[in-house]
C-alpha cells in the first residue's frame, strides 16, 4: 500500500462478469488515482478501461450537484432545489396518492442493475415499507437463460475460470470476453498455451473469434438448431456417453427417439452450416474432451433463447461434459448470493397485510404500465437505470410517462430520463458509499468503502430512502415501515449469516476490508453430479418445461424466419468502452461514441445498391431511422450490426417475448436480437 494516500478498497458495481475490486487513493479528502487490487484472485489487479477511467467519473464536470426540479417537464428548465424541498415535495405526494385511491399501487417503482450491491436494494426496501406498491419485474438481461439452467440444472453453477486450464476444446458460444470479460482472456489464453482449441461460435466475426482457432459464423437465433444438428451426428456414430447419461440424466431415451425423428438436412439449412462443419463440432465434444462451453447473454435474447440455452445443456450431457474439471456450460451463478436481504423486509406499520407488489413487465414496461388501471400509476421513482434509453416502444413509453404526475429519478448525470423527470436527486458513486458486492461469475466477494465525502449534495439510495421514510412519518405518524435509525454499516450488519461467514472464512464483514474472500463452494461447477431437479438428474425431458407449454426437450427444432418485408435481424452487440449507456460521456471515449453506424456484409449491400460510408434508411412496422451505412466483412450476411448502439436505435426496438424467462425472473425475456429490420439507401 503506498503511504503517501489513504487507501481504501471498491468494487465495481457495473451490470458486468467482472465485478472488480479497486483500491482507491485519496489525499486531503481528494480522490486522486485508481488501481486494481491484486488480493482478488480473479481480477488481480487488473481493469478494463472503464475501471482506469472512475475517477474521470467522479470529478466529470457535467455531474449532477444537487437536486433539481423540470418545469415543466421535458422542457430542459431546472431549477436548483434544496434537499428539504425535494423531500416534502415526494412525499406529499405519496400521501395525497394514498388518501385519494387508498392504497399505495399508484406509486411504482422501476430499477435495475446500473449499480448492482446489496444496499442498492434500498428502494424496494422502502416501497415494501410503505405498503403494497406497483413494482417494474422481470429481467432485460438473462431472464431465458434462467429459466433454461433451471429447467434443466434446478440451480445456476460456473466454475472458477483456473478451471478452464484442464479443458482441451474451449467453445465460446455467443460471447466475446475480449470486449466484455477482458479478466477471463488470460485464463483462455493459458489453455491455448497448454494445448487447447478455442472455437468461437457468433454470427460476427468478432474479436474474440479472431483470437481463436476455429471460428462457426452462424445465423442469429439458430444456436439451439446449430446443437441438434450436433447431436444427431454423435448418436449417429455412437459417440453419446451412455454411462454418464443413464446415471445422470433423466429423459435420455425419450430425447434420443425425438432426436431420430429431427431431419439433419432441416436443421442444416436453419443453422447455415455444412455437414463437415457439424462432424468437426461433433469430434471435439466426443473425442477432444474435457469440453468448457462459455454461453454469452446476447444469444438468448432471442424469441428461441431459452431453447438455444437448453440445447446447448444437452449437449453437454449428450458427451458427457458437466461436472469433471475444465468441462461444463458455463452461463451464470447466484451461489455466492448468500444475503439474507434484510433491507427488503420491512413491513407497513399502518397495515401489515397489505404487502406483495403489483407486477408491470419491466421488458414491456411501456404498454403494461398503461394497462394498470386500478389505480392508474401516477408516480414513478426511476433509479440504477436509464430507462429512456434501455427500453422498447419508446414512443408508448413517452405517451406512458405524460400521463404521470411526478417521476423522480435518482442519477449522476442528466441523462435521457432524467430528461423526462420532474425531479432529478443527485446519486453518489461508488467512491462515496459503503456496499457489499458479488458476482454473478466467479466466487470473489468485495466490500466497498467510502474514499471521499459525498460529492457536493448527492446520497445513496439508501440515505434517501431513510429521508423519505423519516419525513412520511413526521407528516403521518406511522406511514413508512422503513427503519430510519441504522447506519449503512449496521444495515450490512444484517446481510449475513453465521454460514455465510463460515464459507468466506471470516467472522466479520470488515474482515473483508483486508481484501476480497472467495467462497468456499467447489471449483468446478456440479462435481458431485447432483442436481436439484424433480429427478436429482439433469433434466433432458423436463416435465416442468411441459407443464408451461414447452418443449419438455432441450433439443429441438426452432424456426428463425423473419417476415418477408422485414428480413434482416439487427444485432445489438455490447461494447468494450461502456455497459449501455454508461460512460459514453467521458471525454477519452466520446470521440468513439459520437456518430453511431450500421454494419453490414458487403454482398448484402451489393444486392441492395448501397454504397460503403453512405447513408441509409433503416425501417420496421415500430419506425425508422437514417443512419450511415459501412460495410464489414464480419458480419453474416442477413444481419445489420449497429455500433455503437445509440438512442437513435430505440424507435425500431419494439417488444418480442422470448420463449422463457417468467419462471425464475417473473417475466418473459425480451428477444431483443429477434428484431427484424429492411434496409435501403436513400433516393
Known amino acids: 500500500m503506498d503511504q503517501n494516500y489513504d487507501v481504501t478498497r471498491h468494487v465495481c458495481p457495473r451490470n458486468c462478469y467482472s465485478s472488480c475490486s479497486i483500491l482507491g487513493y485519496s489525499k486531503n479528502g481528494h480522490l486522486e488515482k485508481v488501481t486494481g487490487d491484486p488480493a482478488h484472485g480473479y481480477t488481480k489487479g487488473l481493469l478494463c478501461a472503464k475501471g482506469y477511467h472512475y475517477i474521470n467519473q467522479v470529478y466529470h464536470p457535467d455531474r449532477l450537484k444537487y437536486p433539481m426540479r423540470q418545469v415543466p417537464r421535458g422542457s430542459g428548465n431546472w431549477q436548483r432545489i434544496l434537499w428539504s424541498e425535494a423531500i416534502d415535495t415526494i412525499t406529499g ?13 399508484s406509486l411504482a417503482l422501476n430499477k435495475y442493475s446500473g449499480n448492482m450491491g446489496v444496499l442498492h436494494h434500498a428502494m424496494e426496501g422502502f416501497f415494501n415499507g410503505l405498503g403494497k406498491t406497483s413494482r417494474a419485474v422481470g429481467n432485460p438481461c438473462w431472464a431465458p437463460g434462467m429459466d433454461a439452467l433451471y429447467y434443466d440444472y434446478g440451480g445456476y453453477q460456473t466454475s472458477d475460470m483456473e478451471d478452464i486450464l484442464h479443458a482441451e476444446t474451449i467453445i465460446l458460444w455467443g460471447v466475446n470476453p475480449v470486449w466484455t470479460s477482458i479478466h477471463s482472456m488470460n485464463y483462455i489464453y493459458e489453455a491455448q498455451k497448454r494445448g487447447a482449441k478455442v472455437i468461437t461460435i457468433d454470427p460476427v466475426y468478432t474479436e474474440t473469434a479472431k483470437k481463436s482457432d476455429v471460428y462457426l459464423q452462424v445465423k442469429p437465433g439458430s444456436d439451439g438448431t446449430l446443437a441438434v444438428a450436433i447431436a444427431k451426428y454423435i448418436i449417429d456414430y455412437e459417440w453419446d456417453d451412455v454411462e454418464f447419461l443413464k446415471k445422470y440424466s433423466n429423459g435420455w431415451e425419450e430425447l434420443k427417439e425425438h432426436l431420430q425423428g429431427l431431419s439433419m438436412e432441416a436443421a442444416l439449412a436453419e443453422c447455415g452450416q455444412s455437414i463437415e462443419a457439424i462432424q468437426f463440432m461433433a469430434e471435439r465434444l466426443s473425442k477432444h474432451q474435457p469440453v468448457t462451453m462459455w454461453i454469452g447473454f446476447g444469444m438468448q435474447r432471442n424469441k428461441n433463447g431459452g431453447q438455444n440455452i437448453r440445447a446447448i445443456n444437452a449437449l453437454a450431457a449428450l458427451t458427457g461434459n458437466i461436472g469433471k474439471k475444465g468441462s461444463g456450460v458455463q452461463f451464470g451463478q447466484r451461489e455466492t448470493d448468500q444475503f439474507t436481504y434484510q433491507i427488503l423486509n420491512h413491513t407497513p406499520l399502518l397495515a401489515p397485510e397489505q404487502t406483495g407488489f403489483r407486477s408491470v413487465d419491466i421488458n414491456d414496461f411501456a404498454v403494461d404500465v398503461q394497462a394498470q388501471q386500478d389505480p392508474p400509476i401516477k408516480f414513478l421513482w426511476i433509479t440504477c437505470r436509464n430507462l429512456l434509453t434501455q427500453s422498447s416502444n419508446i414512443e408508448a413509453l413517452k405517451q406512458a410517462l405524460s400521463s404521470m404526475e411526478l417521476i423522480v429519478t435518482v442519477e449522476h448525470f442528466l441523462t435521457e430520463t432524467v430528461q423526462y423527470s420532474d425531479i432529478v436527486l443527485p446519486a453518489t458513486m461508488l467512491f462515496e458509499e459503503w456496499e457489499i458486492v458479488t458476482s454473478y461469475w466467479h466466487h470473489w466477494i468485495s466490500v466497498n468503502q467510502p474514499a471521499v465525502q459525498p460529492y457536493y449534495e448527492s446520497k445513496s439510495d439508501l440515505e434517501i430512502a431513510r429521508l423519505l421514510s423519516r419525513t412520511l412519518n413526521e407528516k403521518r405518524r406511522g406511514f413508512s415501515g422503513f427503519p430510519t ?3 449503512d454499516e449496521e444495515f450490512i450488519d444484517q446481510e449475513f449469516t453465521e454460514e455465510f461467514y463460515q464459507q468466506l472464512h471470516i467472522s466479520n464483514w470488515r474482515e473483508l476490508l483486508n481484501g476480497p474472500k472467495r467462497m468456499d463452494i467447489p471449483k468446478t461447477a456440479w462435481e458431485n453430479l447432483t442436481f436439484p431437479t424433480r429427478s436429482g438428474k439433469i433434466e433432458l425431458y423436463s416435465s416442468e418445461a411441459e407443464q408451461n407449454q414447452l418443449s419438455p426437450f432441450g433439443l429441438d427444432l426452432k424456426s428463425t424466419k423473419t417476415s418477408s418485408r422485414h428480413p434482416y435481424i439487427l444485432l ?10 454508461q460512460f459514453q460521456n467521458l471525454l477519452s471515449f466520446k ?16 444486392e441492395k445498391a448501397i454504397q460503403n460510408d453512405t447513408i441509409v434508411r433503416i425501417f420496421n412496422e415500430n419506425g425508422e431511422i437514417t443512419i450511415r451505412a459501412k460495410f464489414l466483412q464480419d458480419v453474416h450476411p442477413h444481419t445489420l450490426l449497429v455500433y455503437p448502439n445509440h438512442p437513435l436505435i430505440n424507435r425500431l426496438i419494439h417488444f418480442i417475448p422470448a420463449d422463457m424467462g417468467k419462471l425464475k425472473t417473473g417475466g418473459k425475456g425480451n428477444a431483443i ?6 434496409i435501403e439507401k436513400l433516393r
Open 93 to 105: 405526494k405519496i400521501i395525497e396518492l394514498y388518501d385519494r385511491y387508498g392504497s399505495h399501487l
Open 485 to 487: 435509525d441504522l447506519t
Open 572 to 581: 445489438l452487440n455490447h461494447e468494450p468502452f461502456r455497459i449501455n449507456s
Open 591 to 606: 470521440d468513439i461514441y459520437q456518430e453511431p453506424c450500421i454494419y453490414l456484409h458487403p454482398n448484402l449491400a451489393k
Open 673 to 678: 436480437n429477434s428484431i427484424g429490420v429492411n
